[in-house]
C-alpha cells in the first residue's frame, strides 16, 4: 500500500523553540493532507486539514497561529509548532489522501512525538 | 457530536483465543466505520471498513459488522497470533467528510 512517512520521529526541544515537522507522501500525489494530535491513551484529534496551494483550515480550537501548516507541494505538508511549551508535548500524525481512479483512502504516517522542556 | 468509544485495553490473550474488541458510535447521519492497527514504530494503516449497515468488512482473518440498530461495529477474530499484537483503533468517518473521528485505541497483547 501507499507509504507516508514523518521526520522526526522524535523530537525534544527547549520551551520558547519552534520545531517543524515533516510529512511525505512517498509513492502518490496528495492534494490533502490532514494533522492529527494525540495525548496518551486518548484518541487521535484532528487538527487541521491541509491543503496543497492553499490555506489550511483549521479545527476548532487549534490554534492556527501557533501551528503554522505548510502544504508547498503534492508531496509535502510540514506542522511547525512555534513557541513551544511543555503543554504542547504530545505525539503528532499526519495522514496523506489518495485520490486516482476510483480511490479515495487516506494513509497514515508513523507519528512524531514532540517533547518540550 | 459525533464520537467513538472503544473498550480500554490492554487486552492479553493467548495465541489461538478468540477476540473481540468493543466500539460503538455516536453520529448524525449514515457514516463509514473503520478499524486500523498501529505496529509498533509504525503507522496507522487501514485492517477493514464498512460503508453502510449490515455490511461486514474482513481481513486478515479479522472481522467486523456494521450494526445500525446498537451503533456498533466490533472487531473479531476467530484465532489471534502473536504477530497480531498491536494497538487497534475504532473510526468513523461522516458522509460527504473526509475526516476521521478515532476512538481512543485498544492494546492488543497476544502470549505465545
Known amino acids: 500500500g501507499a507509504v507516508v512517512s514523518q521526520h522526526p520521529s522524535r523530537v525534544i526541544c527547549k520551551s520558547g523553540t519552534s520545531v517543524k515537522i515533516e510529512c511525505r507522501s512517498l509513492?502518490?500525489?496528495?492534494?490533502?493532507m490532514f494533522w492529527y494530535r494525540q495525548f496518551p491513551k486518548q484518541s487521535l484529534m484532528l487538527m487541521a486539514t491541509s491543503n496543497e496551494g492553499s490555506k489550511a483550515t483549521y479545527e476548532q480550537g487549534v490554534e492556527k497561529d501557533k501551528f503554522l501548516i505548510n502544504h508547498a507541494s503534492l508531496t509535502l505538508s510540514t506542522l511547525t509548532v512555534t513557541s513551544a511549551h511543555p503543554e504542547d508535548s504530545s505525539f503528532y500524525i499526519c495522514?496523506?489522501?489518495?485520490?486516482?481512479?476510483?480511490?479515495?483512502?487516506?494513509?497514515f504516517g508513523p507519528g512524531t512525538r514532540l517533547t518540550v522542556l | 457530536g459525533n464520537s467513538v468509544t472503544q473498550m480500554e485495553g490492554p487486552v492479553t490473550l493467548s495465541e489461538e483465543a478468540f477476540l473481540t474488541i468493543n466500539c460503538t458510535y455516536t453520529?448524525?447521519?449514515?457514516?463509514?466505520l473503520f478499524w486500523y492497527v498501529q505496529y509498533p514504530g509504525e503507522g496507522l494503516q487501514l485492517l477493514l471498513k464498512a460503508t453502510k449497515a449490515d455490511d461486514k468488512g474482513s481481513n486478515k482473518g479479522f472481522e467486523a459488522t456494521y450494526r445500525k440498530e446498537t451503533t456498533s461495529f466490533h472487531l473479531e477474530k476467530g484465532s489471534v497470533q502473536v504477530s497480531d499484537s498491536a494497538v487497534y483503533f475504532c473510526a468513523l468517518r461522516t458522509s460527504g467528510t473526509y475526516k476521521y473521528i478515532f476512538g481512543t485505541g485498544t492494546r492488543l497483547k497476544v502470549l505465545a
Open positions: 495522514s496523506a489522501r489518495e485520490t486516482s481512479g476510483s480511490t479515495d483512502t487516506q494513509y
Open positions: 453520529a448524525t447521519g449514515y457514516p463509514s
Open positions: 509513492d502518490f500525489q496528495a492534494t490533502t
